[in-house]
C-alpha cells in the first residue's frame, strides 16, 4: 500500500520560530511536491523536487525553503513563521516523466502561527 | 503554463440525485493527464478518476465518471446517485509536460438527504 506521510497533523507555531514540516514517501518516487492549501485559493505549488539535492521553487516561494537529501524525504521549512503563514500544507509524490498516474499525498498538516 | 479552472465555489444536491462539477483547463501540452480529487473534512485528498488527453472513452469509476470534451477544454466530473458522504470539497487538476500536478480552487460539494 503506497503512502506519504507527513510528520504532524496539527501544529501550533509562535511567530518567529523557525518551523520543520516533514514528508516521507516509500513509492521510490522522484518527484516530490510541497502545497499550501487556503480556502477559495485551492492548492498553491510552494517548491517541488525532481530529484535527491534537487528543488525548484513554485508559485509561492517566499518565506518558504526545501531539503531533500534523501529521496524518500522532503522538508519543507519556514525559515521565521508568520501570522500568514498559517495554513493546510499538504505534500505529495509522483513517479518520473508519468503524466498518466496520479500524484500522492499525505494526510495534510494543519499549522497555526500565533 | 497550464491552468485550471472551478467555476462553481459550491454545490447542493439532493440525496440519490446526479451533479455535474465543471472543469475547464488551458495548456498548450499535446499529452496530459486530468484528475480528479476528494477532499472530505478530514483533509486527505483522496484520487477518484483519471483521463488521459488521447483516451477516446470518457473515464468511469464506479459511481464516478469524467465528461472529457478536448475541444472545449473541459472535463467535469459527474457523480450519480448522490449519497451523504459524498459531501466534500473536490479538486479537478492536470499533470502536462512539467510532470508538476497543478489545481483548480475547488468545489464544496453538500448532499442533502
Known amino acids: 500500500d503506497v503512502k506519504v506521510t507527513q510528520s504532524s497533523r496539527y501544529l501550533v507555531k509562535r511567530t518567529g520560530e523557525k518551523v520543520f514540516l516533514e514528508c516521507v514517501q516509500d513509492m521510490d518516487h522522484e518527484n516530490m511536491f510541497w502545497y499550501r492549501q487556503d480556502p477559495g485559493l485551492g492548492l498553491r505549488l510552494i517548491y517541488f523536487s525532481y530529484d535527491v539535492k534537487m528543488k525548484e521553487k513554485g508559485d509561492i516561494p517566499e518565506g518558504y525553503s526545501v531539503s531533500r537529501e534523501k529521496k524518500e524525504r522532503f522538508s519543507l521549512i519556514l525559515e521565521s513563521a508568520s501570522t500568514n503563514q498559517t495554513s493546510m500544507y499538504l505534500c505529495?509524490?509522483?513517479?518520473?516523466?508519468?503524466?498518466?498516474?496520479?500524484?500522492?499525498f499525505g494526510q495534510g498538516t494543519r499549522l497555526t502561527v500565533v | 503554463a497550464q491552468k485550471i479552472t472551478q467555476t462553481q465555489p459550491g454545490m447542493f444536491v439532493q440525496e440519490k440525485e446526479a451533479v455535474t462539477l465543471d472543469c475547464t483547463y488551458d495548456?498548450?501540452?499535446?499529452?496530459?493527464?486530468l484528475f480528479w480529487y476528494k477532499q472530505p473534512s478530514s483533509g486527505e485528498m483522496i484520487f477518484l478518476i483519471y483521463q488521459g488527453s488521447y483516451d477516446q472513452q470518457n473515464a468511469t469509476e464506479g459511481r464516478y465518471s469524467l465528461n472529457f470534451q478536448k475541444a472545449r477544454k473541459s472535463a467535469n466530473l459527474v457523480i450519480s446517485a448522490s449519497q451523504l458522504g459524498d459531501s466534500a470539497m473536490y479538486f479537478c487538476a492536470m499533470i502536462g509536460g512539467s510532470y508538476i500536478p497543478t489545481f483548480g480552487r475547488g468545489t464544496s460539494l453538500i448532499v442533502h438527504p
Open positions: 495548456t498548450s501540452d499535446p499529452s496530459y493527464g
Open positions: 505529495a509524490s509522483s513517479p518520473p516523466q508519468g503524466t498518466s498516474t496520479e500524484a500522492f
